[in-house]
């Protein structure tokens, strides 16, 4: 039984397309994540939500549209895709108190050409 | 920036060793979480100490915490070659809403 799941798990493009990365959990849990993580394996969130609601946006370019159509699910689209967006995205979720440890998916590996 | 550093950026060890990464970071936090990630995986929790504690312990890991000097160590005790793996801390902040900021990593290599 996967807990975080995420699809595709590779996606090749190329510049300026439109994308989506989509992301599902079957923990229950209120709040989900996106992060991203680059070639030297740092590791930035980009948003998060709780029960639907946007509650962190980092300072991430407006070409990356967060979803949650429902608390399992938190999609990520992405616009107009640039070099620099090739990177892992790691979708997570957690509850909703301090100190919940986080669920992490198998990531997304996305490579822009 | 909330974010953890992390020493050493790489480490080799033999099976059977001892092994030690450090944490720092910049402000205060509620909690200190540390993750593991294997190759090509997502990351997995390990353990977390809050922050009016001082060490934890489970099973081969123990983990410390000192605040006045803003980090934290996981040590891993009679290391096996499974435990090669990436090892990030991630701070919760005290004034954030749940935003946990990871570290940049410490990869371990174990050698059998």
């Known amino acids: 039984d996967t807990a975080v799941s995420q699809t595709p798990k590779y996606l090749v493009t190329q510049m300026g397309n439109d994308k989506s990365i989509k992301c599902e959990q079957n923990?229950?849990?209120?709040?989900m994540y996106w992060y991203k993580q680059d070639s030297k394996k740092f590791l930035k969130i980009m948003f998060s939500?709780?029960?639907?609601?946007?509650?962190i946006n980092e300072t991430v370019p407006n070409r990356f549209s967060p979803k949650s159509p429902d608390k399992a699910h938190l999609n990520l689209h992405i616009n107009s895709l640039e070099l620099g967006d090739s990177a892992v995205y790691f979708c997570?979720?957690?509850?909703?108190?301090?100190?919940?440890?986080?669920?992490f998916g198998p990531g997304t590996r996305l490579t822009v050409t | 920036s909330q974010q953890g550093e992390e020493d050493p950026q790489a480490l080799s060890i033999q099976e059977g060793e001892n092994a030690t990464m450090n944490c720092s970071y910049k402000?205060?936090?509620?909690?200190l979480q540390w993750y593991r990630q294997n190759s090509g995986r997502g990351l997995v929790h390990l353990i977390l100490?809050?922050?009016?504690?001082r060490e934890k312990h489970s099973g081969r890991l123990r983990v410390t915490l000192d605040t006045s000097k803003k980090s934290s160590s996981l040590l891993i005790t009679a290391s096996r070659a499974a435990d090669t793996a990436s090892y990030f801390c991630?701070?919760?902040?005290?004034?954030?809403?749940?935003?946990?900021?990871f570290g940049t990593g410490t990869k371990l290599q174990v050698i059998p």
């Open positions: 997570a979720s957690s509850e909703i108190r301090q100190g919940s440890e986080q669920y």
């Open positions: 923990l229950g849990h209120d709040t």
């Open positions: 402000t205060s936090i509620n909690n």
């Open positions: 100490i809050r922050s009016n504690e």
């Open positions: 991630a701070t919760e902040g005290a004034g954030g809403y749940q935003k946990v900021t």
């Open positions: 939500y709780n029960n639907k609601e946007l509650i």
